[in-house]
Each structure stands twice: as structure tokens, then as C-alpha cells.
């Protein structure tokens, strides 16, 4: 106990397991983490990456505003933080929970303010998915979100009824629309009136935020704000 107090056992970092006295991820791991910046920024609105010097809104949201307040992700679907999900997600690495919700917690509070989130939400799996995968990843990075931010979590205000199939010839709207019939909230009285954090792994589209966002708001919610891992970069061609 004295020893372990007198010399700690060094951290050490939570994806590549070298040394990082400053914290969950080491130097190397954290530039990589950040590198985007120096190229992109993310839309107003939903966040998606763009190359800076650009607009500050993508061509997505100019042509039709997304429902949720704002969306905002740790950085691209991309690199490391590809990799890191990838193991998070299918390879079963549950020790990066924490970690990554730490990464989530950072991303709200620095730019998803000044509204305070009253609970935060799982994007929900269907059960098929659930049984298949044998856990909803999106429900552990809540959890550890709300337990950095000190904010509840609740998974069962919402169920996915069915997977959604992406829908080509149709508006972006009756697109929401139509998937927004794949969400059910089962539980409204829990999310009248409150300011919703909807949490999910990847933001490809949108579209899945969006039509949870709407059905949230048709039960009640005051607003919807979106923070994920990762998102998409517009323009990379
Ligand atoms: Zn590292
Ligand atoms: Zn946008």
C-alpha cells in the first residue's frame, strides 16, 4: 500500500499501452487524436467535418437543417479513431469505455454548451443486434459520458423498432421521416420538457440522429443535442 503510494505503477496509455503520465492517452496517441484540426472543422450544425478556410455550415445543412440543436464528434471516422472503435466495438475492448467517455464528456462540455444536457440518451439498437453484438456500445460510452459529467443516463426512454434501409429518391426530410418510424419512445413523461444528450458511436449521415431527434421531440423534449466519437468529412474527393 505505502510502496504503491510511494511509487506508483506509471498510466499507461489506454489504446497503444506506452507511458502517458498525462492522462488516459499518451502523446503520440493524443497528437493523432487531434491531427484534424489542423486541416478541418466542424459544421455549425451537424458537425461533419470540413476543410477549414471552407464555409462553416456543409451543403447538408444549407439545403435543409438537421432537427437536433447541434451535433459534435471527437473527430473523423478515420486513423486512430477508426481503430479504436473497431476494437471497442467488435473486438470486445470494453476497458476503452472509459476512456472514450472521457473523450465524449470533453467534446460537450467544450462545445456543445451552454445548454446543460438533464439526461443523456443511447442511440438504441434493435434486439436482434443487441443479442448479436451482446452489448449496445453506444450505452456503455452513455454511461461513462454521465458518470464523467455527473449527469443521468437512462437507456430505456427509446426502442428501435426495426433496422433502418437506407432510402435513396426521397428529401432529406421525408427521409428523417421515415426513419424516424424506426424509434419508439416508450417511456415520454421521463423526457417532457428536458434538454436530451443523444450519444452514438459514429454520425455517418445524420440521418439515425435525426429521426431519433424527431421522435423525441414528437414525445415531448425540449431539445436534442448530439455528440458522437466519430463523424464524417465532407468534400474528401
Ligand atoms: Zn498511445
Ligand atoms: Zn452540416
Known amino acids: 500500500m505505502l510502496f504503491s503510494w510511494l511509487f506508483p505503477k506509471p498510466r499507461s496509455c489506454a489504446w497503444c499501452g506506452r507511458p502517458s503520465p498525462g492522462g488516459d492517452f499518451c502523446t503520440a496517441c493524443r497528437d493523432q487524436l487531434q491531427a484534424w484540426r489542423q486541416r478541418y472543422h466542424p459544421c455549425h450544425y451537424c458537425g461533419r467535418l470540413l476543410l477549414l478556410a471552407k464555409e462553416v455550415i456543409c451543403r447538408h445543412c444549407r439545403e435543409e437543417l438537421p432537427p437536433f440543436r447541434k451535433a459534435r464528434a471527437v473527430g473523423p471516422y478515420h486513423g486512430i479513431m477508426k481503430e479504436m472503435i473497431w476494437a471497442f466495438k467488435y473486438q470486445g475492448r470494453r476497458s476503452l469505455a472509459a476512456p472514450l467517455g472521457r473523450l465524449l464528456a470533453g467534446v460537450v462540455v467544450r462545445e456543445l454548451g451552454p445548454v446543460r444536457p438533464d439526461l443523456v440518451l443511447p442511440v438504441p439498437l434493435t434486439g436482434a443486434r443487441l443479442r448479436a453484438r451482446a452489448f449496445n456500445q453506444a450505452g456503455l460510452l452513455a454511461l461513462s459520458l454521465g458518470r464523467e ?71 415531448g423534449a425540449a431539445s436534442v443535442a448530439v455528440v458522437t466519437l466519430a463523424t464524417g468529412i465532407e468534400n474528401l474527393s
Open 149 to 219: 459529467l455527473d449527469l443521468p443516463v437512462d437507456g430505456d426512454v427509446m426502442a428501435r423498432i426495426r433496422e433502418t434501409a437506407p432510402q435513396v429518391n426521397l428529401t432529406r426530410r421525408s427521409r428523417w421521416r421515415n426513419l424516424a418510424g424506426a424509434f419508439r419512445v416508450t417511456a415520454p413523461a421521463k423526457i417532457t420538457g428536458r434538454n436530451l444528450l443523444l450519444v452514438d458511436d459514429v454520425l455517418t449521415t445524420g440521418a439515425t440522429a435525426a429521426a431519433c431527434t424527431i421522435a423525441l421531440m414528437a414525445a
